[in-house]
């Protein structure tokens, strides 16, 4: 092999193996995580509970979130929803920035930190039941949704999952 061929096959070896935006993960001393999107630190992280009461006030914040995941589409994990408690089922309707990644469909129960933007907004009836089918409800649990909603939600850069099966 010469050496434009060995530095042709090197560059696209590297170009093959860049960093993929689904999933990497961090080794730490007693466990690890994933992570999905951008890098995320918990150092700074706040509650679901102190974001929301932040947002009472202000209409949109920068911010990381550590919460509980409560529900995750189940079509193919394009948004979540983030709570206080694992039995909590108000907080944050999640999405990705720019559909640019997705999370495990069954990680609901699961411990996270997101980072990103949250934000209250009114959702149609439209998108509502959309979500709702998304998550696998029922018919009849889909057709009693008749109101817009206003919902705290986050534009979430990055997602760090606690790998619990180490």
Known sequence: MNKITLLLVLAASFTACKNDKTATVIPNSNSAFQVFGDSVLTVEAISV????????THDSIFCTITGYVTGVCQVKGCWMMLSQTEKDSSGFFVKFKD??????????????????????QVTSVEELRHYAEDEGKSKLEIDAIVD?????????QG????????
């Not at 997705?102 to 980072?115: L, M």
């Not at 997602?159 to 180490?166: E, I, S, T």
């Open 99 to 120: 559909y640019a990644f997705f999370v495990p469909k069954d990680i609901s129960g699961r411990k996270v930190t997101v980072k990103g933007v949250a934000y209250k």
């Open 148 to 156: 817009p909603r206003e919902e705290l939600k986050f534009m979430a």
């Open 159 to 166: 997602v760090l999952l606690k790998n619990d099966q180490l």
């Open 49 to 56: 509970k102190d974001a929301t009461e932040v947002l009472k």
